[in-house]
């Protein structure tokens, strides 16, 4: 296997995210769910922000999702990036809602990316240990 | 109570916007800038009892290094709005007796390639602690600085409003004919046309870099006073009459709600509420540009136009200094420059001190009396 050099997730807080990274690595999608307020949130944090109770769940989602904004790539800070350009860093928002942070595969850039394209979440398996959610066109 | 009138800024000091500032420190052009504003207002250092300063130095150390005793002090840690922030805080400390001439100071001397080395160094860095950004952005390969989220707020623009790549570069152009007659813009003497801008690079699609700003070096300062303390000094004051904010939502461009509409949408009819004006009085307006699609999508918000009309608002206005709405009268810091620690966003608040006293020289615009600053 090519050695990844990409960064790999950073965790502020293990404990609280490691179920997403879990359930990525199964190749499901889940996200913070407030039962108390019924609201889905991303990304992960102590309290719900809608209603600020701690307790809220993780919650299994379709991963159907649409762009919402995005930004062609040429330049990228980090030279590991390179091989990609030209790329997408997109706002991608899931039919719950929430609004994430990703990138497009199977798609040519920048000819076939438009805003509120519909997209489906992909899992890529980057190394043994962490599985990136990544979207494609639906 | 309202602070409406009750404070003013009664003196300020610039130096010159440049790439570099070669054997100089922060320090160095702090005391330059801090010496300068308290001259301007005719007071002497002993007199400041007041210190507001930037984010990356807090302001226990500005003082110290300043030879300042305020009794007053606060950091603005609003990024960007800092500067305008700073009046806003100003005004309320002064109101509320807790200080009588507060000095807001913000620079940087910075090396020009610093930011991005540090932008090379943190997307790489691979220990330590991880962070919101570390952990659910770098992995997909972000662009340097703010380049990326308003390259995200631009394009959804142009989806949801049409606004087109023409119109933020109309805006781009009309900066830069004020920069002509600013001796402090760091890109004086250099013309561009629409054209320039639309073949420029991006930096990442679709922002051009002709439409952006670049980090730099500079300073300015300002004291604010009573208004009953300021009409003793020796220029004209420049009174504070409404303040919104400092206002958030988000500290990522990506977590507000709407990605096309930013807090100015509170503060701005906060500000004219205490005002007692409306929108349509203002006759010009020195607004925070990082990126030509913040200062427009803010211009928006304050309702200088219908939401989602200011790609039309460029078309059919000129807002040059001499124009019939002018707004960054200095270039604003798409083109005179943005200086770190905070000066950059600082440069709106001395550019409308400046207008408003008169002291604008071969920019000054024709009605210089109401002014909407945004940070």
């Known amino acids: 296997m090519v050695e990844y050099t990409k960064p790999l997730p950073r965790q502020e807080d293990p404990e609280l995210t490691q179920p997403f990274w879990d359930a990525a690595k199964r190749h499901e999608l889940m996200i913070p769910r407030c039962a108390r307020c019924d609201s889905y949130f991303w990304y992960p944090r102590a309290a719900c922000p809608s209603c600020l109770r701690e307790d809220w769940e993780w919650a299994s989602v379709s991963g159907k999702a649409r762009l919402h904004t995005f930004t062609i ?12 350009v030209p790329y997408v860093y997109a706002v991608v928002q899931l039919d719950e809602g929430v609004r994430m942070i990703s990138t497009l595969v199977d798609c040519e850039v920048p000819d076939d990316v438009a805003v509120d394209m519909p997209l489906e979440a992909v899992f890529d398996d980057v190394t043994d240990d962490w599985t990136l959610v990544k979207f494609r066109p639906a | 109570m309202s602070a409406r009138g009750k404070a003013a800024i009664a003196g300020f000091y610039e130096i010159p916007t440049e790439k570099e500032l070669p054997g100089r420190s922060t320090y160095s052009v702090l005391a330059e800038v801090a010496r300068g504003a308290i001259t301007d207002a005719g007071l002497r250092a002993e007199d400041i009892d007041g210190l507001i300063g930037q984010e990356t130095l807090n302001s226990m150390t500005l003082a110290e290094v300043l030879g300042l005793k305020p009794r007053y002090t606060a950091s603005m840690t609003v990024h960007g709005a800092s500067g305008a922030s700073s009046i806003a805080t100003a005004t309320a400390a002064i109101t509320a007796g807790l200080a009588d001439y507060v000095l807001c100071i913000f620079g940087e001397s910075r090396q020009r390639s610093s930011s991005r080395a540090i932008a090379v160094a943190a997307a790489q860095r691979t ?55 600013n001796p402090n813009a760091v890109w004086k003497g250099q013309p561009i046309t629409i054209q320039d801008v639309l073949d420029s690079r991006f930096t990442n699609e679709p922002l051009h870099l002709l439409e952006s700003v670049m980090p730099c070096s500079g300073a300015a300062a300002v ?23 400092p ?26 509420r205490m005002a007692e004006y409306n929108i349509n009085d203002m006759q010009f ?73 008169g002291r604008a020289e071969s920019r000054q615009v024709e009605k210089s009396d109401l002014c909407m600053v945004n940070g």
């Open chain 1, 73 to 84: 790539v040429r330049q990228p800070s980090n030279p590991a990036f390179e091989p990609d």
């Open chain 2, 127 to 181: 220990g330590g602690p991880g962070n919101r950004g570390s952990e659910w952005e770098a992995p997909f390969g972000p662009v340097i600085a703010a380049n990326g989220g308003y390259g995200l707020m631009k394009q959804r623009h142009m989806f949801e409003f049409g606004t087109t790549q023409e119109q933020f570069a109309k805006m781009a152009v009309d900066e830069r004919t004020n920069a002509l007659e």
């Open chain 2, 223 to 245: 004291v604010v006073t009573s208004a009953e303390r300021a009409r003793a000094m020796p220029h004209p004051p420049v009174y504070v009459l409404g303040i919104g904010g």
């Open chain 2, 247 to 272: 206002a958030t939502t988000h500290d990522t461009i990506w977590q507000e709600d709407e990605i096309t509409t930013t807090p100015t949408a509170m503060t701005a009819p906060a500000a004219l």
């Open chain 2, 285 to 357: 307006a020195e607004f925070y540009d990082c990126y030509t699609i913040l200062a427009m999508v803010c211009l928006e918000d304050a309702g200088f136009c219908e939401k989602g009309e200011i790609g039309a608002f460029y078309d059919s206005t000129d807002t040059t200094y001499s124009g019939e709405f002018p707004v960054n009268t200095d270039g604003g810091q798409i083109s005179a420059g943005q200086p770190g620690g905070n000066a950059g966003g600082f440069r709106h608040v001395v550019e409308a001190t400046r207008q408003v006293m």
